[in-house]
């Protein structure tokens, strides 16, 4: 509701402040970018598409553009522009046959702040440094020796985790907990399961910066807005939690870590 009130006012204020003939312009470049852009729902002034999107569910608000719209539906959230791919045919168009046009993923303000400006592999651009990464991680962490030499790791885990089953379980706590275990175990070669407090905070860590990474950016869709972001807390939020992970991952490299340094990673 928050934020509904923030973009009605903006919006209001900001055709109220323009003057005349950047307005008729405006509204000459918005009817030009309708004819080429592909059918798709209409959206508010300044804001498209972004108040009619379903966040609780996701997947009906999409099958229900593909019946009105057809394979290909075009929605605006700000200023990002949005195509929604429904068919196999279309889908098989942007994944494979100009996959090079698709690939790369849209800059987060939250994915990038996390992964160091997007020098890792799942939020990287598709560049030279991609390319390179791409190519350490098949030779060195996903080729077929390597796979097979954690093999144990995954079956030990697996057995861990089906012995502790029993009863009525939440199912998100489980799989968090094994994918934790595992990739601590196959990165760092120690568990977080052993030590309950230490397992805790090590998991809201994740928790908080998944949240981070999925959490709406104002400067994402309306750049000139960026300056919300700070004044709501995220970006404070997000360098705390950028900092904790790199004290963390820093601690955990060293074998014998000083006594007390991990304490003040939380």
């Not at 885990?157 to 199912?171: C, F, Q």
């Not at 994740?206 to 919300?228: N, R, T």
């Not at 900092?243 to 007390?260: D, F, M, N, W």
Request: with cysteine; glycine share 4%; net charge positive.
């Amino acid at each position: 509701m928050f934020f509904q009130f923030i973009f009605l006012l903006l919006t209001t204020l900001t055709f109220c402040l323009l003057p005349k003939q950047t307005l008729l312009s405006l509204r000459q470049k918005i009817k030009n970018n309708k004819k080429k852009n592909p059918p798709g729902p209409s959206g508010l002034p300044f804001i498209g598409n972004l108040l009619q999107f379903d966040k609780a569910k996701p997947h009906i608000y999409l099958h229900q553009l593909a019946k009105k719209y057809g394979p290909i539906a075009f929605l605006k959230h700000g200023s990002t522009p949005i195509l929604v791919v429904s068919s196999p045919r279309t889908a098989k168009l942007v994944l494979k046959t100009h996959d090079l046009a698709f690939c790369s993923r849209p800059p987060v303000l939250g994915q990038q702040k996390l992964a160091y400006d997007g020098i890792d592999m799942a939020f990287s651009p598709y560049n030279h440094h991609y390319k390179e990464m791409k190519k350490v991680c098949v030779l060195h962490l996903f080729s077929p020796k390597q796979v097979l030499h954690f093999r144990p790791v995954r079956e030990d885990e697996i057995y861990r985790m089906i012995a502790k089953i029993s009863g009525v379980v939440n199912l998100n706590d489980v799989a968090m907990s094994l994918a934790s275990n595992l990739i601590c175990r196959v990165a760092f070669g120690r568990r977080y399961d052993e030590d309950e407090f230490e397992k805790m905070r090590f998991d809201r860590l994740v928790i908080e910066a998944q949240a981070l990474m999925v959490s709406f950016y104002f400067s994402d869709h309306f750049p000139a807005l960026g300056w919300l972001d700070k004044v709501s807390g995220l970006l404070t939020r997000l360098s705390k939690s950028l900092q904790r992970i790199g004290c963390v991952l820093s601690a955990t490299h060293r074998r014998a870590p000083r006594p007390g340094q991990a304490k003040t990673c939380w």
